[in-house]
């Protein structure tokens, strides 16, 4: 009925300071930025990780760092509470990863790539997802470095989605998966 519906207020929403979130529980999933060159799109990668839990990001190559307003303007303060690193490249990044017992999956169009809904996700074990420049993708060698390759399944006329677009239907899909095996029974945070 009309009316009956309202927005919740911020103090309804229950979420943690960025202090406390940044020291909190996380998902055992790590972002890689592969030479993401726009601000913006760094910054909205950062939210998400915020919003959906993961544990940090990993800015590779010429990726832009925080500080900076162009990507504080869409990151609306998750550079404080996503832990970040940098690599000079995401190719030591992933073989880094790797030898920290990480699966790790580029987000890439390659002939041997899983949809996203079969990708198989073994929670707890720590996973990092590898996303490409916006107009080069992921790197050859940095995909034939992963243990493999995921697409998100389109349906339209264009082959892609925006980076920050990517990222967070990617993390959505893969932080449910880790909730269902590592809470089953109860229903994400903030779904109804």
């Not at 760092?65 to 030591?92: C, D, M, Q, Y």
């Not at 490409?132 to 470095?145: I, R, T």
Request: aromatic letters at 6%; hydrophobic letters at 40%.
């Amino acid at each position: 009925m009309p009316g009956h519906d309202r927005k919740l207020d911020r103090d309804e929403l229950g979420r943690p300071s960025p202090s406390a979130h940044l020291v909190g529980p996380k998902f055992p999933i790590r972002l890689v930025l592969d030479d993401v060159r726009s601000r913006h799109n760094v910054g909205s990668i950062f939210r998400t990780a915020d919003s959906f839990g993961a544990e940090g990001i990993v800015l590779c190559g010429f990726t832009p760092h925080p500080p900076h307003r162009e990507i504080e303007k869409t990151a609306l303060g998750a550079t404080f509470s996503v832990p970040w690193t940098s690599a000079a490249n995401a190719l030591l990044a992933v073989a880094d990863l790797k030898d920290m017992g990480y699966r790790v999956i580029a987000v890439e169009q390659t002939l041997h790539a899983v949809p996203l809904q079969e990708l198989a996700i073994d929670a707890p074990s720590p996973l990092a997802l590898v996303f490409g420049n916006e107009l080069e993708g992921v790197s050859a060698p940095v995909v034939a470095a992963c243990h493999g390759t995921v697409i998100i399944p389109q349906h339209g006329s264009k082959h892609s989605l925006n980076v920050s677009v990517c990222a967070g239907v990617v993390l959505w899909w893969c932080t449910q998966a880790h909730q269902k095996q590592l809470f089953p029974g109860i229903p994400y945070k903030g779904n109804p």
